[in-house]
C-alpha cells in the first residue's frame, strides 16, 4: 500500500510540475499576443541599410595600381588581382580583378587598407545566386553599382523597422496615408535640406 501511495504522490508532483511549465509557455505566448506586429513586406518593402554597412564591394578598375595590398590584409587571401610588369613603363598593368562573394566574409580590410580607394563597400546585400560559380565576381561585374533602395520605385524604403501606432493590432486595418513611428527616408531628406 506504501509503494502505491508514493508512485501516486510522484503521479501528482509530476502533473503539477508539467502544468507549472505549461503555464510558463503559455505566458510567453499570451505576452508576445498583445505586443504590435513589427514586419517588413520584404519584396515591397525594404530596409536601408546602416551607414558603415559592409555589402557588396565596389571595384574601380582604373584606380587600380595592382599592388596587392587587399589580398596581403584579407584573412583568406580572397581577391585575385592578375597583372603583368610592363617593360617600357616599368609599373604593373592590372589584367584582371576578381573576388568570390561565396568566401567572402565581408570584413572590410581590403577596402580599409586600399591605398588608392579603388575599393569600397556597397549597401547591396542581395547576392542570392543559383549556382556557387555565379558569386565569383570579375572586375566588370564589380564595377556595377548597385541600384540604390531609395531609388527603385517599386519599394518603399525603410529608415527602421516602423511600429504600427497605439492601439492597431492588425497592420492590414491602417490606412495607406496613416503615420508611422519611424521617417520614410524622403522624409528625412527633405528636413536635411
Not at 39 to 57: A, M, W
Amino acid at each position: 500500500m506504501l509503494k502505491f501511495l508514493k508512485q501516486v504522490a510522484n503521479y501528482t508532483k509530476e502533473a503539477v510540475e508539467a502544468g507549472r511549465y505549461i503555464g510558463q509557455g503559455l505566458s510567453v505566448t499570451f505576452d508576445h499576443m498583445r505586443r504590435r506586429p513589427v514586419t517588413v513586406q520584404y519584396p515591397y518593402e525594404k530596409l536601408i541599410p546602416s551607414e558603415r554597412f559592409r555589402g557588396r564591394i565596389h571595384y574601380e578598375f582604373d584606380k587600380c595600381i595592382a599592388c596587392e595590398v587587399c589580398v596581403r590584409v584579407c584573412p583568406i587571401n580572397l581577391p585575385v588581382v592578375d597583372w603583368e610588369f610592363d617593360k617600357t613603363s616599368k609599373k604593373k598593368k592590372l589584367k584582371h580583378y576578381s573576388i568570390d562573394f561565396g568566401v567572402c566574409i565581408f570584413c572590410g580590410n581590403c577596402v580599409e587598407y586600399c591605398p588608392t580607394n579603388c575599393l569600397s563597400m556597397t549597401e547591396d546585400y542581395e547576392l542570392a545566386a543559383y549556382g556557387r560559380h555565379e558569386l565569383n565576381y570579375d572586375s566588370v561585374a564589380l564595377g556595377r553599382l548597385p541600384y540604390k533602395v531609395t531609388n527603385d520605385p517599386m519599394v518603399t524604403p525603410l529608415r527602421e523597422l516602423a511600429y504600427l501606432p497605439e492601439g492597431v493590432m492588425d497592420p492590414h486595418d491602417l490606412p495607406s496615408d496613416a503615420p508611422r513611428a519611424g521617417n520614410h527616408p524622403e522624409n528625412l531628406v527633405k528636413h536635411e535640406k
